[in-house]
């Protein structure tokens, strides 16, 4: 009979109590295993704590809310994943009396614990999770399509108020250094400009398509959609929000999205009313989508049956609309994943008239 840990590593996201109840259930009714949760990822085998994890047993009537619940009932750390302590955190793993460990994790946690493994000789599974989307090699990541349908809600709404006032709203998107979230989300929002950092923009270039909606088809308001990892261009001293020269590359000290709207307002003579808006946690909040419960079911179900075959120092993944296993060590290699600047959801974009920058 194995015991087996769980833990969820790096920023939340809807979609990890799904893996959690999954691996759970499966361990639990197929193989008659133990499931411990390490609370705070690696603080809870620095700390040595293992809470015990039944099937059925989350609510006195009997009621799963793991299933509709964000967050994640572990608790989770995003800065605290380092080696510093790591003779620590795997003399942890033996004290805890763990045959294996499921860690759900985005590519920077993913990097850490594999390494630990790595020098522990621990039998580890991953499971990737990130609004962000950038994990390579898999199509899909837990709470990524969550965060999505929670930016498009947001577009719908800023919509309305835009078109009401002849406004431009940018909004400004999580995403780090990745612009799969903008991307999505400003496509399946009707945004009239996706700013993403993966393909070079110019302020003349988006000025003169905000122009043109204007003054040829007779659209007073528009919706900007700024990934917060774009950088500024060099050439645009002239803003608000204090543009520095500093190691000779630019720093701002405003977000993106104030920035683009500093833009904004300057080429357009003052003659265009911005407001921003910055959705900031928001994005990592709410009640996991059908799509990610989906994933994170068969996702958590996968990483289980690796275990039982003792296939370890694999991530579960999803490739070509299949559930398939990838080594840690290639993931790793390849992250973060950006968006493809030549990819059939640019040419969609630019095809109905959206600005996804360049000219
Ligand atoms: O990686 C997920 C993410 O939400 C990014 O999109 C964002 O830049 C970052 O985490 C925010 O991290 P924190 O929760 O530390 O503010």
């Given at each position: 009979?194995?015991?087996?840990?769980?833990?969820?590593?790096?920023?939340?996201?809807?979609?990890?109590?799904?893996?959690?109840?999954?691996?759970?259930?499966h361990?639990?009714?197929t193989y008659?295993?133990?499931?411990?949760?390490?609370?705070?990822?690696?603080q809870?085998?620095?700390?040595?704590?293992?809470?015990?994890?039944?099937?059925?047993g989350?609510?006195?009537?009997?009621?799963?809310?793991?299933?509709?619940?964000?967050?994640?009932?572990l608790g989770?750390?995003?800065?605290?994943?380092?080696?510093?302590r790591a003779?620590?955190?795997i003399a942890?793993?033996?004290?805890?009396?763990?045959?294996?460990?499921?860690?759900?994790?985005?590519?920077?946690?993913?990097?850490?614990?594999h390494?630990?493994?790595?020098?522990?000789?621990?039998?580890?599974?991953?499971?990737?999770?990130?609004?962000?989307?950038?994990?390579?090699?898999?199509?899909?990541?837990?709470?990524?399509?969550?965060?999505?349908?929670?930016?498009?809600?947001?577009?719908?709404?800023?919509t309305?108020t835009?078109?009401?006032?002849?406004?431009?709203?940018?909004?400004e998107?999580?995403?780090?250094?990745?612009?799969?979230?903008?991307?999505?989300?400003?496509?399946?929002?009707?945004?009239?400009?996706?700013?993403?950092?993966?393909?070079t923009?110019?302020?003349?270039?988006?000025?003169?398509?905000?122009?043109?909606?204007?003054?040829t088809?007779?659209?007073?308001?528009a919706?900007?959609?700024?990934?917060?990892?774009?950088?500024p261009?060099?050439?645009?001293?002239?803003?608000?929000?204090?543009?520095e020269?500093?190691?000779?590359?630019?720093?701002?000290?405003?977000?993106?999205?104030?920035?683009?709207?500093?833009?904004i307002?300057?080429?357009?003579?003052h003659?265009?009313?911005?407001?921003?808006s910055?959705?900031?946690?928001?994005?990592?909040g709410?009640?996991?989508?059908?799509?990610?419960?989906?994933?994170?079911?068969?996702f958590?179900?996968?990483?289980?049956?690796?275990?039982?075959?003792?296939?370890?120092?694999?991530?579960?993944?999803?490739?070509?609309?299949?559930?398939?296993s990838v080594?840690?060590?290639?993931?790793?290699?390849?992250?973060?994943?950006?968006?493809?600047?030549?990819?059939y959801?640019?040419?969609s974009?630019?095809?109905?008239?959206?600005?996804?920058?360049?000219?």
């Amino acid at each position: 009979k194995k015991r087996i840990g769980i833990l969820t590593s790096g920023g939340d996201c809807p979609g990890l109590n799904c893996v959690i109840r999954a691996v759970v259930s499966h361990a639990t009714l197929t193989y008659d295993w133990e499931v411990v949760g390490i609370p705070y990822a690696t603080q809870g085998l620095l700390e040595r704590q293992a809470i015990a994890l039944s099937v059925h047993g989350w609510d006195l009537r009997g009621i799963d809310p793991l299933l509709n619940m964000g967050g994640t009932i572990l608790g989770t750390i995003n800065k605290g994943d380092t080696l510093a302590r790591a003779s620590e955190m795997i003399a942890g793993y033996a004290e805890l009396k763990l045959d294996a460990l499921i860690a759900i994790g985005g590519d920077g946690s993913m990097n850490i614990i594999h390494q630990l493994a790595t020098l522990g000789n621990w039998n580890l599974i991953t499971i990737p999770k990130t609004i962000d989307n950038d994990v390579a090699l898999t199509e899909r990541a837990i709470g990524f399509d969550t965060a999505v349908n929670t930016i498009v809600d947001a577009l719908n709404r800023l919509t309305f108020t835009a078109a009401s006032h002849d406004r431009v709203m940018i909004v400004e998107v999580m995403g780090r250094t990745a612009g799969h979230l903008a991307l999505h989300s400003g496509i399946a929002g009707g945004a009239d400009v996706i700013l993403i950092p993966e393909v070079t923009y110019t302020i003349p270039g988006l000025c003169q398509h905000l122009d043109e909606l204007r003054n040829t088809w007779r659209r007073k308001f528009a919706i900007v959609v700024v990934a917060e990892g774009i950088s500024p261009c060099v050439a645009d001293f002239g803003n608000s929000c204090g543009l520095e020269l500093n190691n000779k590359s630019p720093s701002l000290k405003c977000g993106m999205g104030q920035y683009i709207a500093d833009q904004i307002t300057q080429c357009t003579n003052h003659e265009v009313d911005t407001r921003v808006s910055v959705l900031g946690h928001i994005q990592r909040g709410g009640i996991p989508s059908a799509l990610d419960r989906l994933t994170a079911t068969v996702f958590g179900k996968a990483a289980v049956d690796l275990i039982a075959q003792e296939k370890y120092d694999q991530m579960v993944a999803w490739q070509n609309g299949q559930v398939v296993s990838v080594p840690i060590a290639d993931v790793v290699a390849k992250s973060p994943s950006p968006v493809d600047p030549g990819s059939y959801l640019i040419h969609s974009a630019r095809a109905l008239g959206t600005y996804v920058g360049e000219w």
